[in-house]
DNA sequence: GATTTTCATTGACTTAAGTTAATGAAAAAT
DNA sequence: ATTTTTCATTAACTTAAGTCAATGAAAATC
C-alpha cells in the first residue's frame, strides 16, 4: 500500500530503507466511501493525500449554490485544499469520494519536521509542485484560449480511462460548461 | 540590486552573510530593451528571472498565428518557460519586454548545484512554487467560473497599479477574451 | 514637429454557448 | 424485483461574446 508511494517518491529521490521507514511513520492509511468527505468547506485542513485507489472530487460551491469542480484525483495523484493548507485558513473547497477510496494522509506538520531531518523530501515536494504548476499552467492556456471541443479531449490525456468513473456531468463541471453543451460536442465528434 | 531579491528570499528562510554571498554568485543582472525578447519560442531555456524593474509578458503564437499572453511580470515577479526549463525541451513561449526592464538572471545548472551545498534553497524554491501553484489554481477557479467583469476587476488586485504600464488590449489577451468584449465591460463598469 | 502606427471605443451583425423543458435509459436505493 | 433518482440527449429559445468595420485619440517613430 505504502510501497506504491515510495515508488513514486523514488521516481524523483532516492531514499534509504531508514529512510523509507521514517516515512512510513508519518503517513497513514485511510477509507473514504462513495459520497463521504476527506474535506468539507470550513474544516482546518492539515493533510495532504496521495490516492491509492479510487476517484475523488475537489469542488467548492458558490454564492449561488452552484458546485464548481476544480479537480479530480485517480490512483496516483495528489489532493487536498491546498490554499487551507499551506495558509491554515479553513477549508473552500469539498473533497467528495465518487468511489470507494484508499487514500494515504500525510500529516504537514510532520511533514514539517521530516524536511528538517531529511532535506531529500523538500527536494521531492519542490519537484511534485513544480510539475504541478508546470501542469496547471497548460491547463489555463487550454482553459482561455482553445475550443471546449479540444479542451474536451485533452481531458482525456490528462485523466486516462476515466470514461465510465465519472459522468458527462461531471466533466462538463470541470471544464466550465454546462452538460448540454458537452453533449453538443461529444455528437459533433462522433461519440 | 541583489539585495532586493536576497528580501525576498529572506521572507522565507534565513541566509547566513556566506551563503548570501554564494547565492550573489550565481545571479547576473540583465538589461532588456522595450520590445526585445528574454526568451524565444524555439530555444532551449537555462534561466529563471527575478525582474527588479520593468514590465514583461509571456505569451505563446497557436497554430493560426494569433498571441496568447498567459503572464504578465513586474517588480518582484518571477517569469520564465517553466516547462521548457524544467524539462529541458524548446521553449514554446516568448518572453517580451514591455517597458526597458532590469531583471536578474539564475542559471538552474548553477541553482542544481546550490541545492546540493545549501538545501535551504530547496525549501525556498518549494515554498515559492508550491505558493506559485496556488495562485494558479485560483486563476482556473476564476476563469471557469466567474464572469468576466469579475475577472478583469480581479487582475488589477493580482497586478495592482499596472493599468498605465499594459494596454487593455493586452490585459483582454491575458483574459481570453476580445478587446472589443472588455471595451464593453469597462464601459457597463462606468470605468 | 510631422507622420505613422497603435489603441480604445462604438455599432451592426453573427455565432456559440447558456437556459428551460421534456424524454427515455441507466443506475442506485429500497 | 420494484421504485426512485440520476444521467444523457434533444429541441426551442435567449443571451453573451465574437467578428467585422469604422472612427478619433494617443503614442511612437522618424
Chains 1, 2 share one sequence.
Not at 485542513?45 to 452552484?66: F, H, I, M, Q, S
Not at 494522509?105 to 521531492?124: D, M
Request: charged share 25%; with cysteine; hydrophobic share 45%.
Amino acid at each position: 500500500m505504502k510501497d506504491l508511494l515510495l515508488a513514486h517518491i523514488n521516481r524523483h529521490i532516492s531514499l534509504t530503507n531508514v529512510e523509507e521507514e521514517e516515512f512510513k511513520g508519518i503517513i497513514a492509511e485511510k477509507k473514504v466511501f462513495r459520497k463521504s468527505f476527506l474535506i468539507e468547506s470550513g474544516v482546518m485542513v492539515n493533510e495532504l493525500y496521495y490516492v491509492v485507489e479510487g476517484c475523488l472530487k475537489a469542488y467548492y460551491v458558490d454564492d449561488l449554490g452552484n458546485k464548481h469542480i476544480l479537480q479530480f484525483a485517480i490512483e496516483d495523484w495528489w489532493i487536498t485544499d491546498f490554499n487551507a493548507l499551506h495558509n491554515n485558513i479553513p477549508a473552500e473547497l469539498y473533497i467528495e469520494a465518487i468511489e470507494n477510496c484508499t487514500v494515504l494522509a500525510i500529516s504537514t506538520v510532520a511533514l514539517e519536521e521530516l524536511y528538517i531531518r531529511i532535506p531529500k523530501f523538500e527536494r521531492f515536494f519542490r519537484i511534485l509542485y513544480t510539475n504541478a504548476f508546470i501542469a496547471l499552467r497548460k491547463r489555463v492556456m487550454s482553459s482561455l484560449h482553445r475550443t471546449n471541443s479540444i479542451r474536451y479531449l485533452e481531458f482525456f490525456e490528462r485523466y486516462p480511462n476515466i470514461e465510465r468513473r465519472v459522468t458527462n456531468y461531471h466533466i462538463a463541471n470541470y471544464l466550465g460548461i454546462t452538460a448540454e453543451s458537452l453533449c453538443r460536442i461529444r455528437r459533433d465528434l462522433g461519440m
